[in-house]
Every structure is written in C-alpha cells, then in structure tokens.
C-alpha cells in the first residue's frame, strides 16, 4: 500500500519531469544547430575561392590576412568537421585534401588545404557541427532534473503530510480509558477539521466512561445500606444452617460491592509516577502473602526500577500473585529484564484456562470453570482492576495456559534503570 507521502512525491515528480522534458524538447527543436547544408556547403564554397585565389595570385592572398605554409596545422583534429567538409566540397567540385584542427584557448578552429605543391593553405572557419561531449551535458542536465525535483517533491509531500501523519501518531497514543490525546487544530481546513472532529469524538467518549464509573461506583455505595441491613437481620435466622449461607451470600455480594467501588477509584485516580524498585515491591508482597500462609515462592529476581504509582501497582502485583496461589496451588515468581522491559513471570500448577475462555480472563466478574469448560459467575473485578493499574502505567499483562500444567502470567512494564 503507497503511503499519501509517496503518492504526493510521485505525482509531483512526473509533473516537473514532464514540464521540463516538454521545455527541454522544445528548446533542442529552436535551438537546434543549422542545417549542414545551409552552414557547411557555403563554408566550402569560400574555401573552394580561397585555394583558387591561393593558386593562381598568392601573394593577394597573403595581403587579404590568409596563410600559407609548407604543410598542415598542427593540433588535434576535428574528425567530424574534416569529414563534413571533404564531402561538401567534392559535392561543389572540388577534391583538396582538407584537415581541420579543434579550436584552442586563444586560437579558433582551422582549417588546412592541400594546395597541391607541397603548400598548405591555413584559415580559421566556423564550427556549427554539435559538440562532442553533447550527449553527457543532455545526460548531466537531465540527472540534474530528477534529483531537483525529487529533492523538492520529497520536501514538499513531508510538509503537505506532516500533519497527517501528526494525526496518525497522536490516534495510535489512545490512553486506557480509550480516549485521546488533544491533536492540535492546524494546517489545511480539512486537517483541521479532522482533528476538531477526533477532539470532540475523544472528550464525548472520556465524558461517556466517566459517567459510567460514577454510576458503578453509586451502585457500590448504595448496595452497602441495604446489605447491612440484610445482615442484621440474617443474624436473627434460628437455623444455623440457612444463617449461614445468607451471611456467606452478602459477603459475596459485599465483595462484589468493594470491586465495583476500587474499580472506580481506580479509573479516576491518577497518582503521581517516581521511580519504583519492582524488586522490592515483590519482596514486600511475597513476605505479606507468607504471614497469611500463602505459598508463594521467588525465583529468580533483578533489581530493576520502573515508572509507576507504589501504591496501585503494589495492588494490581498482589492481587495477581494472590489469585495464582489461591487458585492455582501456590506461586512461582521471577523479575527479569527483556531488552527496554521489566518482566515479571508469575506461573502456578492449577488446571488452568480453557483455550477459548481465555479471551475473556479481563471481563469483569469473570472466572472459570476448567471441569466444565466454562464460566461460571465471579465474586470481583480482580483482573480487571490489575490490568487498568498496568495499562496505565504503560505497560501489558498477558495470561496464557502453560505447555505443562497451570496459567503463567506475564507483567511487562519499562524498566528505567537497575
């Protein structure tokens, strides 16, 4: 696919290409050498008086400015001119032996005639016979052409482009909560014109988000005064048993509650980034899941710093490592560095994902049922919180199925030093 760039660059190359190539043609058909029969025939016509008058009156010759000497020029001969010459003058009736000498610095192009007596007549005649070298200078002058005019084509599709391209650039930088950043309103009408549009498209849609997590985390808020008054009233149920399950529902809608309410928090905080010790976050994490009996295990760990929020990314890490060890058997962890990355590995022995589940990890409320092989429902928003913390933080998680047994997760964030 031809980039708007190069189709810009094309099309203005062939249009000087074939303007100069027009001009170039029409200035070789003007200014074109004469005819060799009206430049060369005349010439040796003179000639043909000039040796007569060389025969038979010398001296009148000489007073007239002509030369005679006991033989030809010396110099570089001009092959073509001698060869035009000898043939216009047996076509005027004359056979003298002509050869004629290049010009020079200081002396013009001349001619020398056999006089038939040991005598060389010697006179300067006009060259109009085309250059040697012409077809380097026609050679020169187009490869001139092209690389101008590609030089000024490439120039100007850069700045007809360039806002385009700013346009493609700033659309390829969507932020996590899907929008964009502000593209500046210049150039052509119609440049900016799209970019009003991209503008107004990006706030409607960022207004659009942030009222939807409002109305997530007022749902949040208001479940908790009815769920507490469901509990104080499950505390009353005479039967263990139902108490029970009653108190074992709201908990789980109380946790569903908390998700909704974090998920939101964490959309419209944005708290400050400073360079963070991955290392020693995991650290703290790992030794905070040992005190809760958790089996959680390091491997392998680097000490890389990133850009990021201590606090969210502690908790996007922590509820990660968590899941792998409460539902996957425990979990193994490594921190390693992969070209301008921090990795950080997180594997378990569960049953993993179902392969055509696995697309779906993010959804909120989402969580598997590998026996089945579907989804059964969820008690938080979990994964969905983590990879907004991340996302935010520039980074990726991915989750895939081990080859052997279990889910190994993947944390990718730039590493900005060791």
Do not use: C
Not at 17 to 45: E, F
Not at 69 to 95: C, F, H, I, K, Y
Not at 162 to 181: A, F, H, I, W
Not at 249 to 267: F, G, Q, T, Y
Request: glycine share 8%.
């Amino acid at each position: 696919m031809i980039s708007l760039r190069a189709r810009i660059a094309i099309l203005l190359i062939s249009a000087i290409l074939t303007v100069v190539g027009l001009a170039t043609l029409a200035a070789s058909r003007a200014l074109q050498p004469p005819d060799p029969q009206t430049s060369i025939v005349p010439i040796s016509q003179q000639l043909g008086v000039m040796t007569r008058l060389a025969r038979d009156n010398p001296q009148a010759l000489l007073d007239a400015g002509g030369q005679i000497a006991d033989g030809p020029l010396r110099g570089q001969p001009d092959e073509r001119l001698t060869v035009a010459l000898n043939m216009a003058l047996v076509s005027t009736g004359n056979a003298d032996a002509v050869q004629v000498i290049k010009a020079t610095e200081g002396a013009a192009t001349s001619v020398s005639i056999d006089l038939g007596d040991g005598r060389w007549m010697i006179t300067p005649v006009p060259n109009r016979m085309p250059p040697d070298d012409g077809w380097m200078i026609f050679s020169i002058w187009i490869a001139v052409i092209i690389i101008g005019s590609a030089v000024i084509s490439l120039y100007a599709a850069q700045r007809l482009s360039r806002p385009l391209q700013l346009l493609q650039q700033l659309s390829g930088r969507v932020g996590p909560d899907g929008t964009l950043e502000h593209i500046p309103e210049i150039g052509p009408a119609e440049i900016r014109a799209t970019a009003s549009a991209l503008n107004r498209l990006s706030e409607e849609l960022r207004q659009a988000v942030e009222s939807r997590i409002r109305l997530v985390a007022a749902a949040g808020h208001d479940l908790r005064t009815p769920m507490t008054r469901m509990r104080l009233r499950a505390e009353f149920i005479p039967d263990d048993e139902e108490r029970d399950k009653w108190l074992a529902d709201l908990e789980e809608l109380d946790m569903i509650a908390d998700s909704a309410i974090r998920l939101a928090r964490e959309e419209v905080s944005r708290d400050g980034q400073e360079p963070l010790r991955l290392d020693l976050l995991l650290q703290d994490i790992v030794d905070e899941l040992h005190e809760m009996h958790q089996k959680v295990q390091i491997l392998d760990m680097l000490p890389l710093k990133v850009q990021a929020g201590p606090l969210a990314l502690k908790r996007a890490l922590r509820n990660l490592i968590l899941n792998a060890a409460t539902h996957g058997g425990g979990a193994r962890i490594t921190l390693r560095r992969d070209g301008d990355d921090a990795v950080v590995t997180i594997i378990d022995d569960g049953e993993g994902i179902p392969p055509d589940l696995l697309g779906q990890v993010f959804e909120p409320f989402f969580r598997a049922d590998p026996a089945r092989r579907k989804t059964i429902p969820g008690a938080g928003l979990g994964l969905a919180i983590a990879r907004e913390i991340v996302t935010r933080f520039g980074g990726k998680i991915s989750i895939s199925n081990r080859d052997s047994k279990g889910l190994l997760q993947q944390i990718r964030l730039t590493a900005s030093g060791e």
